[in-house]
Structures are given as structure tokens and as C-alpha cells.
């Protein structure tokens, strides 16, 4: 069974600074997929950054990367240089390529302050 | 990306009383939904998967009698929630996936928020 951990309290980040939301998985699958979404108070779901367990290098999109470390199990996500409508609720998703289904962690709430 | 609307966004509905959500895919052709439930402050919970033209796969502990799901075609799915209690009461997103770039890419709707009072 798949398992996705979210641990981090609720954060504040000042405007402009960086933030790291942490994220480690547990699976038997050889090929699987990892993601992050955001939630805003509106609740859409908004797809941010995508990882494969076979991709070699780390995932970036825009302001946000990913921090993909294999072995120990870890894709954390960086937010580089916040800004105020980052504020959200953070998910963390793993997929079993073998059914299709999304496993999601707990999230990370996010508070960007001015 | 691909667009998956919800409808209605939100519904307050009587106790005892059914409820009709439906998932569209607008510009794509979507084998698969998932149907996923929120509570306040926590995660997304799968609830059931559904793939065109067969029966729904529901989730351990998930009623499928209370949670009735079809997926007549591939650009709509529909929740219904029987005999709705409060305990029913969250907040309800769909995602669908297939037919564009990853067929494996889930696109989620907007979600709906069901109040049953």
C-alpha cells in the first residue's frame, strides 16, 4: 500500500523568501509518480509540478522545483520567492502507475505574509 | 491543460434526500473518473473509480449504495448521494483522466461543496 507523509506544521513564510514543504513516500513499486498540488481556500485543485521515479534529473516549473530524493524516499517541494497568492494548502500525491490512483498526504498549509 | 468542470459548485440539501453531482471533461475524452471526498483541513480521500461503460470500483468503506456513480459516456460521470445525512456533508471532487498528452494525468474539477442540513 502506498503512503504519503505530510508532517510540517502550518507555516509562515515572509514575502519574497523561499519555502521547502516536506514530503516522503513509501512504496514497493518500482515505477511510480509524484506530485504536488495547490489548494487554495476555493478548493480547486491546481496541478503544480510532476516527478517521475525514473526521471534523473529534479522537476522545475517556473518558481516551484522539486527536491527528488530516491533513496531516502523524499520530494520535497521549493517555493522560490513567495508571493502573497501562494497562501494555500499543499498536497503531496503519489501514483501506482500499475492502477492509475492518486495516494495524497495530509498537506501543508502556507501562509505568505507581507 | 485539459478542463473538468463540477456541477453544482455548492448544494444544501434536506436530510433524506438525494443528491446529483456530475463531472464533466469539456475538451477531452475521459475514460477514467475518480470521485474523491474532503473534509475541512484534511486530505482528499478516493472514494471510487469509474471507467466508461462499466461499474464504478469503490474504496474500502465506501457505501456504494449510498454513493451511487455512473459514467454513461466519456465526458460525464455523476455522484449521487442517497438518503444524505449531515455526516454527509463535505466537500466532493472529481478528476478525470485519458485521451490527451499522459492518458495517465488526472485534470480535477472544481469541486463541490455539499451541506446537508
Known amino acids: 500500500a502506498q503512503k504519503i507523509t505530510q508532517t510540517q506544521p502550518g507555516m509562515f513564510v515572509q514575502e519574497k523568501e523561499a519555502v521547502t514543504l516536506d514530503c516522503t513516500y513509501d512504496?514497493?513499486?518500482?515505477?511510480?509518480?509524484l506530485f504536488w498540488y495547490k489548494q487554495p481556500s476555493s478548493g480547486e485543485m491546481i496541478f503544480l509540478i510532476y516527478?517521475?521515479?525514473?526521471?534523473?534529473q529534479n522537476a522545475t516549473e517556473g518558481r516551484y522545483s522539486l527536491n527528488f530524493q530516491k533513496a531516502r524516499k523524499s520530494a520535497n517541494l521549493v517555493i522560490s520567492a513567495s508571493q502573497l497568492g501562494d497562501s494555500a494548502m499543499y498536497f503531496c500525491?503519489?501514483?501506482?502507475?500499475?492502477?492509475?490512483?492518486?495516494?495524497f498526504g495530509k498537506g501543508n498549509q502556507v501562509v505568505v505574509i507581507p | 491543460g485539459a478542463v473538468v468542470s463540477q456541477h453544482p459548485s455548492r448544494v444544501i440539501c434536506k436530510s433524506g434526500t438525494s443528491v446529483k453531482i456530475e463531472c464533466r471533461s469539456l475538451?477531452?475524452?475521459?475514460?477514467?473518473m475518480f470521485w474523491y471526498r474532503q473534509f475541512p483541513k484534511q486530505s482528499l480521500m478516493l472514494m471510487a473509480t469509474s471507467n466508461e461503460g462499466s461499474k464504478a470500483t469503490y474504496e474500502q468503506g465506501v457505501e456504494k449504495d449510498k454513493f451511487l456513480i455512473n459514467h454513461a459516456s466519456l465526458t460525464l460521470s455523476t455522484l449521487t448521494v442517497t438518503s444524505a445525512h449531515p455526516e454527509d456533508s463535505s466537500f466532493y471532487i472529481c478528476?478525470?483522466?485519458?485521451?490527451?498528452?499522459?492518458?495517465?494525468?488526472?485534470?480535477f474539477g472544481p469541486g463541490t461543496r455539499l451541506t446537508v442540513t
Open positions: 512504496t514497493s513499486d518500482p515505477s511510480y509518480g
Open positions: 475538451d477531452f475524452q475521459a475514460t477514467t
Open positions: 516527478q517521475g521515479s525514473y526521471d534523473q
Open positions: 478528476s478525470a483522466s485519458g485521451g490527451r498528452g499522459d492518458s495517465y494525468e488526472q485534470y
Open positions: 500525491a503519489m501514483r501506482d502507475y500499475g492502477n492509475n490512483r492518486l495516494a
